[in-house]
């Protein structure tokens, strides 16, 4: 081709602007978010028909360690304080907040309101928001690949609203439910492979949205980067069958794009790589020292369950036990990875129409290969992940959350079938949101595509009968999964309840005050978390939740007793002269100032550990002292030197704990009973 003849198709091939977007050039931008925010608060009702300052999906467990994450976010960065290390929690040792689920990215952008409306109204804001990013992130994507509003709003509400993210929000766990950057990072992937002026420009973004997907999850950020391997060698392999010398030659033009993102990410965390696997608080091993790698992966059928199965653990199981211990106390929920028999069907259907669309094939097959990887990995069950589970770093993933790449491909396939059927057209251009859209845009015209069948009918007939077909497909896969989805829509919700003691007299606790309440905080119980959070962290508390608050990872034995005499479930302690020493070291090693045991009668059961009047006979048991009652609860300031603790059995432990009841309506009264049993018995068998 001549220079003539190149500038020629040059100024010809100029971007045009269709006459729909000059007339309507913002209302799509506009009703698209609307719709999605509304739906979202439908999602969500029972936290805006009450208040979303005073309930939650549950005020504790992972819930209530994300709204406590949310609280010192804001707080560290009103106090001047680094966010990303604490000694609030795990005092004086303390912990690194970035091995946990702490969204620090996303407690960032939330500090202005959480200063001013507090944590809980932060949680519910992000939470509602969370599907509506993740829908409008789609449907830009898809917008920028060139398909039709229809098609792209379908596409969004698919992977916004989808089970993977509905049901981490149901759990609290919006460190996996925020996935609105993948679909970002797959448009500025598929810029930064190709040539052009702004290839480098859209490696800077990618680089930039990895960095971002890191503080938002460390895992859901190394599942990003796979991802994008996967499609990147997926398109090498099939070009490779076609023309090597044409893939090798692609492949070098990607490099610079590849190679910015690669160092825009590399420089910017490699400081917070460090602090994760190396810094103050790190956590070696497995970071959840009870898991076992590739155990919490994929049964085969969660694709097209109406009820969850997480590794060994079925949705009614994890029902029972929010029951007990806290936790999401809806229906037993869909599996995140349901797509639904009626997603497949519409899937084989457009595989079978457009069967010659290689790159149709090329998204089905990265959805197969995430799949794949996501199924759970043992001795029992084999999968590709057993290939990777024990590598370092990998053995902390959860495969099972490569689901939300499945969900992007189906969101896409979804808006190929609805777009390529209502338009007539057997094409739908550049339908896969990692290929860049041209210089035209993601509005300009299309290339004159062959027309379906249906196309060549006459008029308003036709045009009726492609729409009629393309909602058909619409119903038939999202009809199934909003079925599943159903019974907890809205999501339930339980009231915010902070016992009295802790907004009073608690918030007149000198400087430098160690609180150990009751439930004693571990990973297993976890209501302290946001108690202390509702209180402006006037205080430290000497345990904590997440992966460090695990029995195993515990420095001193004091730490498994506390657990154990606060978790229902766990066995008895027995309350002999060993055990009560070991819990005495533990308090004077943690400096503890002050033990609260509030009283239960406000609060829900999984907030009370093993009641209210448990606590205060095995606390009186390891003081050896009797409490005083303070504004609704139980209390005991230590001094230099405690009293000699008093040695007992689990059934006499017991059975004071029974003359208190649980949740009476005198505090003092039961305190002094179930105290003057402990302390009586103890002088009856020195007699």
Known sequence: MTAGTEAAVATASRPTI?????????????????????????????????????????????????????AWTAH???????????????????????????????????????????????????????????????????????????ARW????????????????????????????????????????????RQRRAGVALGLLVVAEFFVSSELCLLLVIA?????????????????????????????????????????????????????????????????PGDLGNAPVNFVSTRGQWGPLGASQLAHL?????????????????????????????????????RLWGVTALAAAAAALSLRAGPTHWSPWALVEHLPVLDNVVQ????VVVDLCAATVLAVVVDRLASGRTAAGRFAPWRAPSRQGAGTA????????????????????????????????????????????????????????????????????????????????QSALLWQALTDFRFAMPGGGGPAGTVARAHLAGFAVLRDASLPT????????????????????????????????????????????????FLTAVLGSAPRADDGAWVWSLGPVLAEPVPTTAPALAACSDLGGDGGATVAGRGTIVARCVLRGEREIRS
């Open 154 to 197: 379908l596409g969004g509400l698919w992977f916004g609203f989808s089970p993977f993210v509905l049901v981490q929000l149901a759990f609290g766990w919006l460190d996996l439910a925020f996935v609105a950057l993948f679909p970002l990072a797959a448009v500025a992937a598929a810029a930064a492979v190709r040539p052009g002026l």
């Open 322 to 358: 929010a029951r007990v211990l806290g936790g999401y106390a809806g229906p037993p929920l869909p599996a995140p990875a349901d797509l639904g028999i009626g997603m497949l069907v519409v899937w084989a259907f457009a595989l079978w129409r457009w069967r010659r669309d290689a």
């Open 18 to 70: 269709r006459s729909d977007r000059r007339v309507h050039p913002a209302w799509p931008a506009v009703l698209a978010p609307a719709s999605y925010v509304a739906l979202s608060v439908g999602v969500l009702w029972h936290v805006w028909a009450a208040s979303p300052g005073a309930v939650m999906t549950c005020p504790c467990t992972d819930a209530g360690r994300t709204a406590w994450y949310l």
């Open 570 to 617: 766990a066995p008895l302690p027995i309350p002999d002269r060993a055990s009560l020493d070991a819990v005495r070291t533990a308090l004077r090693r943690w400096g503890v100032t002050t033990v609260v045991v509030p009283d239960g009668v406000s609060l829900a059961s999984y907030d009370r550990g093993r009641g209210d009047a448990y606590g205060v006979a």
């Open 400 to 403: 099972a959350r490569l689901s």
């Open 446 to 525: 299309r290339p004159t595509q062959q027309p379906t069948p249906s196309a060549q009918l006459p008029g308003v007939a036709g045009r009726g009968l492609r729409v009629a077909v393309a909602g058909a497909c619409a119903v038939i896969a999202t009809v199934p999964v909003a079925v599943a989805l159903a019974p907890n829509l809205p999501l339930a919700v339980q009231p915010v309840r902070v016992p009295a003691w802790f907004t009073g007299p608690g918030q007149e606790l000198p400087a430098g005050s160690v609180v150990l309440p009751y439930p004693f905080p571990t990973a297993d119980t």
């Open 76 to 150: 560290a960065l009103a106090h001047g304080q680094a966010p990303w290390y604490s000694t609030v929690l795990f005092h004086p040792r303390g912990f690194s907040t970035l091995v946990d689920t702490s969204v620090p990215a996303l407690g960032v952008v939330a500090t202005p309101l959480t200063l001013v409306a507090g944590p809980v109204v932060s949680m519910n804001v992000l939470v509602t928001l969370t599907p509506v990013a993740g829908a409008t992130a789609m449907w830009w994507a898809l917008g920028r690949a060139g398909f039709g509003l229809p």
């Open 228 to 292: 994008l391997g996967l499609a990147l060698v997926g398109a090498a392999a099939s070009g490779v069958a076609r023309d090597r010398a044409v893939v090798i030659r692609r492949a070098r033009r990607a490099l610079p794009g590849l190679g910015v993102a690669a160092g825009v990410a590399a420089v910017l965390l490699a400081v917070p790589v460090w602090y994760f696997l190396a810094g103050p608080g790190h956590l070696t091993g497995t970071v959840w020292s009870n898991a076992v």
